[in-house]
């Protein structure tokens, strides 16, 4: 059953945003559509439930921004709205979508961009709310995950075939009767050159030999994600190894990359033993996501997790400072895939696809096929075989790694490079193509070719949130519409008249975002009822590095007060979020100084972290290290609270 107060919050809440719609573009809507306008979407929020703000109001705005891509028509068959009149378009926001659309749904050759900035931030924010979910939308994510495991297994006899035909001097066309032989270029719609697939493997696997070519994957400092991992151990446990497959200590020696010295090696020798060396499966967890089902994730075990986490960003390091690679495959920087969105709303030129099911595409045996081979025995080596499902059925991956591997990622994003950069007809082309994840931009003269080129190998094109047409371009989330960011403000927290953490540190973010983008009326409406359940809130102006709001009601009058003679400054008792830790003694010295050489020294370079086998001066030491040891930094996080500190 819903809560009635978060129901009669977010009644306030999309009353306010209409009212900001109205207060920032009145010429189009008038008082009179606000007020009508808000007695449709109260009086449907009450009969509806939160579905109306989760379903109804996402499924239109789906459909909105599908339009403006190109991909459809905007009408309201099947939105649940009636019709304007006169109009296909539907009534609830009518007055926006004729500044937008023409009257049969298409998209007018100069649309508002406000209207559509205005609309996407009705229709959009609240699609995410993390609500419950029923058990049959686990078993449609479990069973998507198996389907695509299905998908791969007739992928392999192809890419065997073309193993085989890269690695002779010929050249025939490459036949598969779903996609055919050869990959097509396209030039304002005319098909003008076509490519042999094996030439595009060929040059793919040429273009990643070339970016590691100096790269020595054995040179990495393994480390441990935040993640829960399959051999379930707490934090700290992770560094006490109980097991270690032999196929990694094949290639990243057990004394070298999992003890933190030789002294190390040394008094805890008689333990070798009982360290074992079988092969352990992962496992696969379901974690809360949206209202529209879980997230799937594999959880590595925890050897695999610590080589993989040291292998992954050493790749990372490596590709964004390559020449080739450099700024083009990004793994830490959305900005620039974020300003080639914005650009291209404007001029048309660059296009943004999105790949459905992308970490869950990507073939082992494609990975084989375009890496090279002295890198490929690394990442094999540290990539799980099977994981094991909620039901107890162990799969067998045919994929390379699922979510939840620290490789997936690094490696998705060179797979689709490399293929899109070997079938780019020309340099400037290429220099045109950038890639962070799944997310792609690329020139619009080329994106049917890019589609093409990625669906040849087994990757899937979700092309209802590809935007190759129209003003509206979507990536790393920028949603940019002729020049125009549109992004809107998304809730993921549902609202609670308790004083949690997560409440306080997620609505006060929401508040802040709706003041900087003028929305003065939801800023009031969402401040108004953190004072009630927090009571006062810090302002920014008050410069205190807790959570705050733009501007408060409250000021420095508001909270206790005193005066700090070591700082020389005054100090107030405000409300932070504070992690609950404690800390596992029974974790040994070795393990606890093992744990600080793999996460205090990150920002080091590689191997030199490690004090392996190196004769290192006390000076070179104190430059890496830039923090001293602590065995009280080393606890479990196990959850957060609110507490009041002196700032």
Same mark, same amino acid.
């Given at each position: ?10 009644? =306030? +809440? !999309?009353? #306010? ?8 573009? %009145?010429?189009?809507?008038?008082? *009179?559509? /606000? ?104 078993? =449609? +994510? !479990?069973? #998507? ?8 297994? %007739?992928?392999?006899?192809?890419? *065997?075939? /073309? ?485």
């Amino acid at each position: 059953m819903e809560d009635n107060k978060s129901l009669d919050y977010f009644k =306030e +809440v !999309i009353a #306010a945003m209409l009212r900001d719609a109205h207060a920032s573009h %009145g010429v189009v809507f008038n008082t *009179k559509a /606000l007020r009508l306008t808000t007695l449709k979407a109260v009086s449907r929020l009450g009969r509806e439930g939160l579905g109306f703000l989760t379903k109804t109001l996402s499924r239109l705005g789906k459909s909105f921004d599908q339009a403006l891509a190109g991909g459809n028509r905007f009408i309201c068959t099947g939105s649940g709205f009636s019709a304007l009149p006169g109009t296909e378009l539907p009534r609830f926001l009518g007055e926006f979508y004729v500044t937008i659309f023409a009257k049969d749904g298409t998209v007018l050759s100069d649309p508002d961009a406000k209207s559509v900035q205005i609309v996407r931030q009705l229709l959009i924010p609240f699609g995410k709310l993390k609500l419950p979910y029923e058990d049959s939308q686990e078993q =449609e +994510v !479990i069973q #998507a995950f198996k389907k695509a495991e299905d998908d791969l297994q %007739g992928l392999s006899s192809y890419l *065997k075939v /073309l193993e085989d035909t890269c690695g002779t001097t010929t050249n025939p066309i490459i036949g598969r009767k779903w996609h055919g032989a050869q990959i097509d270029f396209y030039r304002d719609g005319q098909n003008v050159l076509f490519r042999p697939i094996a030439d595009v493997v060929r040059d793919a696997r040429k273009a990643l030999q070339k970016v590691f070519l100096t790269f020595n994957p054995s040179d990495i400092v393994p480390h441990h994600g935040p993640g829960a991992v399959a051999t379930k151990q707490s934090h700290s446990g992770k560094f006490r190894w109980v097991n270690v497959c032999s196929r990694i200590t094949d290639f990243y020696p057990y004394d070298e990359y999992f003890c933190s010295s030789q002294g190390h090696v040394c008094d805890t020798f008689r333990d070798f033993n009982r360290v074992g060396n079988r092969d352990l499966p992962a496992r696969v967890i379901l974690v809360p996501k949206d209202s529209r089902g879980p997230r799937l994730i594999s959880c590595e075990p925890v050897d695999f997790q610590w080589v993989q986490g040291g292998l992954g960003s050493a790749i990372v390091r490596h590709v964004e400072s390559h020449g080739l690679t450099k700024g083009h495959v990004n793994f830490t920087d959305q900005e620039v895939n974020r300003n080639k969105a914005l650009k291209g709303s404007i001029t048309g030129d660059d296009v943004t696809l999105d790949l459905k099911e992308a970490s869950d595409r990507v073939h082992l045996d494609l990975v084989r096929l375009l890496f090279p081979s002295g890198l490929y025995g690394y990442l094999e080596s540290c990539r799980s075989l099977s994981t094991v499902l909620p039901s107890g059925e162990e799969l067998r991956l045919r994929k390379f790694a699922p979510m939840g591997s620290a490789l997936c990622f690094p490696i998705l994003a060179l797979t689709i490079w490399s293929l899109l950069y070997a079938a780019a007809p020309d340099a400037n082309t290429r220099k045109s193509i950038f890639v962070y994840g799944d997310d792609v931009i690329v020139p619009k003269e080329f994106s049917l070719c890019a589609m093409a080129t990625l669906e040849a190998f087994g990757l899937m094109i979700n092309r209802s949130k590809s935007c190759c047409s129209g003003f509206f371009r979507e990536s790393c989330g920028m949603d940019a519409f002729k020049g125009v960011d549109v992004t809107p403000v998304r809730f993921r927290t549902v609202w609670q008249e308790l004083p949690r953490p997560d409440t306080y540190t997620s609505y006060l973010a929401y508040a802040n975002a709706f003041y900087d983008k003028g929305w003065a009326h939801t800023y009031e409406v969402i401040r108004e009822r953190l004072h009630a359940v927090f009571g006062a809130i810090p302002g920014d102006d008050m410069s205190l590095d807790v959570p705050s709001l733009r501007v408060s009601a409250s000021d420095g009058t508001n909270f206790p007060r005193r005066f700090n003679k070591n700082l020389q400054r005054f100090e107030y008792r405000v409300r932070m979020v504070s992690s609950v830790s404690h800390l596992e003694d029974s974790v040994c010295g070795w393990q606890k100084l093992l744990r600080f050489f793999s996460e205090a020294t990150v920002s080091a370079p590689p191997r030199s972290r490690f004090l392996l086998n190196k004769k290192i001066r006390r000076k070179e030491v104190d430059s890496m290290f830039t923090e001293p040891f602590s065995v009280s930094s080393y606890t479990d996080r196990r959850s957060s609270m609110l507490v009041r500190r002196w700032r």
